[in-house]
């Protein structure tokens, strides 16, 4: 069993040691509710009883229902006018009633009692139909500043008012030939309606009515049982823990020992930052060793646990905004996936905690941050990323409707939920340049950034490409191999590419020198000491630096300059020191003063750049003189220590042998021989 070796330098754990500090911080202060029930599933805790007086909430549908109950019905609003009992009453003093003088006493009494209770004006609603249809009998009269709801059938209508006037005048007149007496005296345009309607103020009351509808329904007292263990959850019942929940989380307290809770705050926070360190170690521990990636993975997990903080302590509906597939985004831009669908699980535990629901948000982000991890490797540039966020959106969008199912529908249409995570994925979108900037905060190399430089219109590699075209081409061969062999090993891909196609950027200080370069009838090396060309040779490892260093290449690309031949030989020339008498001591110029390959990506470099060099000189293509050539220079390497300080495992070894001679064997297949054409002259 492998012995467990943890980084012992103290800047590893003082920022974890930070971020501890700031997750009891954040950690909530009041107790959840931490029952799971469903309904039409028995109650498996045990029997809950109510701790405090709580309003009953009615539900969406009883709420809709009610809602759509007021907007049915609409009460009308009256204004009351006093000037017209008056008009009406000085209209009557004027009134000539002959020989029945006596009427005009009775007519007094009519107005006096209809005035008393109101007269109400005809009036038509916005879609023509009368005004009292719908009412339901009830009514607003507005009298002296205040409003008050009366029976339609306590006031009169002008029609009611009339046939009163007529019934009292022919009761107190039997002989009176009443058509002559109305029409000689204008009784009929005495009564006038002093209840006038009043539409502006109906429909302001109808939309307070239907906006402030209230959203409770009686009220649980403190020591009723809500529901008992093993009892199924009826939706009555559900609708109780529910409204017992919202209470609970909202207003009720921490009732213990403060210490006791501040305890469990810091055994909670100290397990979160002992999964986050140990999924960091064994997802890879060089990184301990990469500070400034080490501190931008630890910056996006607090970033994450900060959002899901403020969004709790804000507005919780918020969470379906917050672009939290971000943070593998993020995360994906200078890490292994494996790295990243780590920590972005680990980054997600806060939103369960914090988050009322945060088992489904839980679920959702997960499944959307994996979907996320594997479509942006296709859909990465430009508008594409659209697509990513359309894909990821869907994949949360269904998600949320698989836990509308479970849950019977409840919640199901809520749309605006829908429009909450389609509005957060495009923000993944919006956020995604952010990577630039965290790019230069950090000094690190983003995907993108290695797509760029592996742009062979650079003008470095231009640059190599006129003056040294032989190694340019060995560099590109060299790209390809590589690339064929980190497929194969998970190997970074992006990163190998490049630093392929820089590693002999050095020899454009000197082309000739090398074979690969050398003009037809000149040689280099012809009057040099075997010393000398070996320090010519060389040289291009600190030429290659010093470009890079001009042209400011990312220090993990310099990496590849400098550890691709390692602290090995010139072996042609060390050899021709040696077989010229040489001393066997004095051989120290002959060796590269470099630094032996740490990454499984720099080893693939020195094994593809050897291997495709001395493949050149084969006069045998066959695959047995192939393997043989492979195998002799990867054991050449192991065997003079140059990969005794790298990552890489004899399984991926043995895997990037066979990778590089089967692409060797394809890339020297044997022609096809065309026959000549025969003269038929």
């Keep these: ?67 759509e ?5 609409v009460i009308p609003y009256y204004r009351h006018d006093s000037k017209v009992a008056l008009k009406a009453d000085r209209a009557l003093a004027a009134v000539d009633f002959g020989s029945h003088a006596s009427l005009k006493r009775e007519v007094a009494d009519v107005l006096s009692s209809v005035y008393a209770k109101g007269v109400l004006a005809p009036a038509k609603s916005q879609n023509g139909t009368d005004v009292l249809q719908n009412a339901e009998g009830i009514l607003y009269v507005q009298k002296d500043r205040r409003a008050i709801k009366v029976s339609v059938d306590e006031v009169y209508t002008l029609n009611d008012a009339n046939m009163k006037l007529h019934e009292k005048v022919a009761a107190a007149c039997p002989d009176c030939n009443l058509d002559s007496l109305y029409s000689a005296t204008g009784l009929m345009q005495l009564i006038v ?47 109780l823990l529910e409204s017992y929940k919202a209470e609970y989380d909202e207003n009720i307290g921490y009732s213990g020992p403060q210490a006791l809770q501040w305890c469990g705050n810091v055994l909670i926070s100290l397990a979160l930052v002992l999964v986050l360190f140990l999924s960091i170690y064994y997802s890879n521990a060089r990184i301990f060793e990469q500070y400034n990636k080490y501190l931008y993975l630890l910056l996006v997990f607090t970033i994450a646990v900060v959002a899901s903080s403020v969004v709790a302590r804000t507005d919780a509906s918020l969470f379906y905004m917050v672009p939290f597939t971000l943070i593998a985004l993020y995360l994906l831009a200078f890490f292994k996936k494996r790295m990243v669908f780590a920590v972005y699980v680990i980054s997600l535990v806060p939103m369960l905690m914090f988050a009322p629901n945060g088992m489904e948000l839980f679920v959702m982000y997960l499944v959307a941050g994996v979907v996320c991890i594997l479509v942006f490797a296709f859909f990465n ?44 994925s495009m923000l993944s979108v919006a956020g995604y340049p952010l990577i630039f900037l965290f790019e230069k905060m950090f000094k690190l190399v983003s995907t993108s950034k290695l797509v760029e430089l592996s742009d062979t219109s650079n003008t470095l590699l231009r640059e190599l490409a006129d003056k040294a075209p032989g190694t340019f081409q060995h560099s590109l061969q060299v790209m390809n191999l590589a690339d064929a062999v980190a497929r194969a090993i998970d190997a970074n891909v992006p990163l190998i590419r490049t630093g392929a196609l820089y590693h002999d950027v050095g020899k454009i200080a000197n082309p000739q020198c090398f074979t690969e370069n050398e003009t037809p009838g000149v040689k280099y090396h012809s009057g040099l000491t075997p010393k000398e060309s070996a320090q010519e040779i060389i040289r291009h490892v600190s030429d290659g630096l010093a470009l890079a260093e001009k042209h400011s290449l990312p220090d993990v690309i310099k990496d590849f300059i400098r550890t691709h031949h390692g602290t090995t030989c010139t072996g042609y020339f060390y050899n021709q020191y040696l077989n010229e008498g040489g001393d ?98």
Aim: proline share 4%.
């Design 69 to 73: 109950s007021a907007g049915q019905s």
């Design 193 to 239: 309606p002093d209840l006038i309607y009043d539409q502006q103020t109906t429909d302001l009351v109808h939309d307070e009515a239907v906006d402030y509808i209230s959203t409770t329904q009686g009220v649980v007292r403190a020591g009723q049982t809500i529901v008992s263990n093993g009892e199924i959850v009826t939706a009555e019942i559900e609708q």
């Design 381 to 424: 540039k430009g508008w594409l990323q659209f697509v990513t966020a359309l894909i990821v959106f869907f994949a949360m969008a269904v998600v949320w409707t698989g836990f509308r199912l479970t849950d019977s529908l409840k919640g199901i249409g809520e749309y605006n939920t829908l429009l909450y995570l389609f509005f957060g």
């Design 1 to 67: 069993m492998d012995k467990i070796y943890f980084p012992k330098k103290f800047r590893v754990y003082a920022p974890l040691i930070v971020l501890f500090m700031l997750l009891v911080f954040l950690m909530p202060r009041n107790p959840k509710f931490n029952y799971d029930y469903r309904k039409g599933s028995p109650w498996m805790y045990e029997t809950l009883i109510a701790q405090f007086d709580f309003p009953v909430l009615k539900t969406e549908q009883q709420l809709q229902r009610e809602r």
């Design 584 to 681: 066997p001591e004095d051989v120290k110029e002959f060796f590269y003063d470099g630094v032996k390959p740490t990454t499984k990506e720099q080893v693939i470099l020195m094994l593809c750049d050897a291997v495709e060099a001395a493949s050149r000189s084969l006069k045998d293509y066959s695959a047995e003189s192939i393997s043989a050539l492979v195998d002799r220079i990867v054991d050449g390497k192991a065997g003079d220590g140059q990969l005794s300080d790298s990552d890489i495992s004899l399984r991926e070894l043995n895997t990037a042998r066979e990778v590089m001679k089967s692409y060797l064997q394809q890339m020297y297949h044997s022609r096809v021989s065309y026959p000549k054409r025969r003269n038929r002259s």
